[in-house]
């Protein structure tokens, strides 16, 4: 069986990415194509307003290659350059991406899982800083901002797996669920955020993204000029006339 990544649409506003290559969902470089090719349709289509990433199988992500790394070392191109910008592509994603972590969760397939707005595990999920297991460095920046400095270390300098209830205690993942639930929740859970006033959610993402490197005055900066622009939105206008009348809001980004 052929690695690929799906990409599908479960409801109007809402888009599915499962990384699919057995055994343990390592993402060469093929795959990072086809992933970014993925998230450049998500980016360009305004009517999907939330993405679940996942994986297919016993995996969540092992991360990088480890034969294409090896070639590396012997004058081939480095995977580790366009790994990270995949990461920062996922990051930096216009809409929220929630990851549903279905299993194993190693080394890169952690960071990635670091890069999406919210975490749903499922119950048998497991956790690895794998980059102290191979003589390489990961994640350290990411997890200490995420989870604080003493759950990160003891993670990173470890190189132990973790289960999905840890994690859940040092704020890795906000919900933890049974494996045949996940698929659901973390679909539930986008359809939730894509019925939200789409500018709003954008916004809100932008905001609360770099609100940890603000002082109060950046931070009341960045609020008053999204909120500026948002408060003359037709959205806005929307949601008071839809509370006036008593019915559900529709919103059409804009």
Not at 1 to 13: E, L, Y
Not at 48 to 65: E, L, P, Y
């Given at each position: 069986?052929?690695?690929?990544?799906?990409?599908?649409?479960?409801?109007?506003?809402t888009a599915l990415v499962e990384i699919d290559a057995p055994p343990s969902n390592a993402l060469g470089r093929e795959l990072r194509r086809a992933f970014l090719s993925h998230l450049d349709t998500i980016e360009q289509d305004?009517?999907?307003?939330?993405?679940?990433?996942?994986?297919?199988?016993?995996?969540?992500?092992?991360?990088?290659?480890?034969?294409?790394?090896?070639?590396?070392?012997?004058?081939g191109e480095d995977p580790a350059l366009s790994f990270a910008a995949l990461l920062a592509r996922i990051e930096n994603l216009r809409i929220p991406v929630i990851a549903a972590i279905n299993g194993w969760a190693v080394g890169?397939?952690?960071?990635?899982?670091?890069?999406?707005?919210?975490?749903?595990?499922?119950?048998?999920?497991?956790?690895?800083?794998?980059?102290?297991?191979?003589?390489?460095?990961?994640?350290?920046?990411?997890?200490?901002?995420?989870?604080?400095?003493?759950?990160?270390?003891?993670?990173?300098?470890?190189?132990?797996?973790?289960?999905?209830?840890?994690?859940?205690?040092?704020?890795?993942?906000?919900?933890?669920?049974?494996?045949?639930?996940?698929?659901?929740?973390?679909?539930?859970?986008?359809?939730?955020?894509?019925?939200?006033?789409?500018?709003?959610?954008?916004?809100?993402?932008?905001?609360?993204?770099?609100?940890?490197?603000?002082?109060?005055?950046?931070?009341?900066?960045?609020?008053?000029?999204?909120?500026?622009?948002?408060?003359?939105?037709?959205?806005?206008?929307?949601?008071?006339?839809?509370?006036?009348?008593?019915?559900?809001?529709?919103?059409?980004?804009?």
């Open positions: 069986m052929s690695a690929t990544i799906h990409f599908s649409r479960p409801a109007g506003h305004d009517a999907i307003r939330a993405v679940v990433v996942t994986g297919r199988g016993k995996s969540f992500c092992s991360g990088d290659d480890l034969k294409e790394r090896e070639a590396a070392r012997s004058g890169g397939g952690l960071e990635l899982t670091l890069c999406c707005d919210i975490r749903i595990a499922a119950a048998d999920a497991q956790f690895v800083c794998a980059a102290v297991n191979v003589g390489l460095i990961a994640s350290a920046y990411r997890l200490p901002r995420l989870i604080g400095v003493g759950p990160a270390k003891h993670m990173l300098l470890t190189g132990s797996p973790f289960d999905a209830a840890v994690v859940e205690r040092f704020g890795l993942v906000t919900e933890v669920v049974p494996p045949e639930k996940l698929r659901d929740a973390s679909l539930a859970l986008a359809d939730r955020i894509a019925t939200r006033a789409p500018l709003s959610v954008e916004a809100t993402k932008r905001v609360a993204g770099k609100a940890i490197d603000l002082d109060a005055d950046e931070a009341a900066h960045a609020l008053a000029e999204e909120f500026q622009t948002l408060v003359k939105s037709a959205d806005h206008a929307e949601a008071l006339a839809a509370f006036r009348e008593k019915r559900p809001p529709h919103f059409r980004r804009h």
